[in-house]
């Protein structure tokens, strides 16, 4: 069985900020206050969806992905075969197509990807 960790632990663990695993929380608090009778059901929910990804067999681990591809931005040949395939008219953005697929390999918040945050863009 998962051993519980808390909700700042396992939200800095996925990539988020202290602030977001505390502002989650109190959502989830005020949630159950409101309906406590389905509280103890999403404690059910969280054991199960730990009992299930401790069964399969080779288990994604994003913390891994994240780690790696935190430095990875698409390379412009590569934008620019796809942005001239995509036939727009819009600017091109290799940054915001950078955060996309960063995204999409770490199961991450597009709006946590780390090239969306140096400061060249910011």
């Known amino acids: 069985m998962a051993t519980p960790i808390p909700y700042e632990a396992a939200a800095l663990r996925l990539g988020h900020t202290r602030a977001t695993a505390h502002h989650a929380r109190l959502h989830i608090r005020t949630w159950q206050k409101a309906h406590p009778n389905h509280a ?3 404690q059910q929910a969280l054991h199960h969806i730990a ?3 401790e069964t ?3 288990p994604i681990n994003y913390e891994h992905r994240r ?3 935190r ?3 698409m390379p ?3 934008w620019h075969h796809l942005s001239a395939r995509a036939a727009t008219d819009r600017p091109t953005n290799p940054a915001a197509a950078t955060a996309v697929v960063w995204a999409e390999l770490t199961g991450s918040d597009l709006r946590l990807a780390p090239i969306l945050h140096t400061t060249a863009l910011a």
């Open 40 to 42: 103890s059901a999403y």
């Open 51 to 53: 009992r299930t990804i």
């Open 56 to 58: 399969l067999p080779d």
């Open 67 to 69: 780690t790696r591809l």
């Open 71 to 73: 430095s990875w931005t």
């Open 76 to 78: 412009a040949t590569v």
